[in-house]
């Protein structure tokens, strides 16, 4: 299966650039390039993408609104959106978390880093790279301008079990299911299992999203 993705950065060298990175795998393509937010709006449902490679800086209209209007319309809500930035500790990316961002990479990253970033996303793995993103995310979504949990969250809890509260709470700290599974003393396909599960329940489109989920509802932090 071919992963298609569309490019959006402003700038057409980073653009060309990335487009001849991705077209060198033989498992992705590149279905449309974007200078500006509603294109990148636009042609992620026009060209059918699977992901979207976000610059957050784009005249127009910003990465982070395109983003919320792609992941909020029924005909793109299955696009994973890929953020890239030039600074990966950035008050944008985690407002692009909470928008419906699968996660983000600089872009200083190496070619082989975003290639496989690219593939992460869309299997609906999240990508929060670093320990230090790690903990940036959480010091952001748990300040007050995230407020209480409001009602679809606290219903998204209640339908939880202990466990799954438990393996919610850790996949936040940025476990893999292999480590959850070796803390817990389970099985991997039983974590995985117990994720996909707290995944419908909380109507979290990806493991990022579960993310965003456990701190909100204050399982970590």
Not at 81 to 97: G, P, R
Not at 110 to 129: F, N, P, Q, T
Request: charged share 25%; aromatic share 4%.
């Amino acid at each position: 299966m071919t992963i298609r993705v569309v490019i959006a950065d402003d700038q057409p060298l980073i653009r060309t650039g990335f487009k001849a990175l991705i077209e060198s795998a033989a498992d992705l393509e590149v279905v449309g390039e974007a200078g500006d937010g509603r294109e990148a709006v636009r042609l992620a449902k026009a060209a059918r993408a699977d992901v979207v490679l976000m610059d957050i800086r784009m005249p127009l209209l910003d990465g982070l609104s395109a983003t919320r209007l792609i992941t909020g319309d029924e005909d793109s809500a299955a696009v994973r959106v890929l953020i890239l930035t030039t600074f990966e500790i950035d008050e944008y990316v985690f407002e692009a978390l909470r928008a419906g961002a699968s996660g983000f990479l600089g872009k200083s990253a190496e070619a082989e880093e975003l290639l496989a970033a690219i593939r992460i996303v869309h299997r609906g793995d999240a990508l929060l790279s670093a320990a230090a993103t790690r903990t940036l995310i959480s010091r952001f979504l748990t300040t007050p301008t995230a407020g209480p949990a409001d009602e679809p969250t606290r219903r998204g809890l209640d339908a939880l079990t202990d466990r799954e509260r438990q393996i919610v709470a850790l996949v936040a700290t940025g476990l893999s299911n292999d480590e959850i599974a070796a803390r817990l003393v389970l099985s991997p396909a039983t974590v995985k299992t117990h994720v996909n599960r707290a995944m419908v329940k909380v109507c979290a489109r990806d493991r990022a999203q579960l993310v965003v989920f456990a701190y909100r509802g204050g399982l970590a932090g």
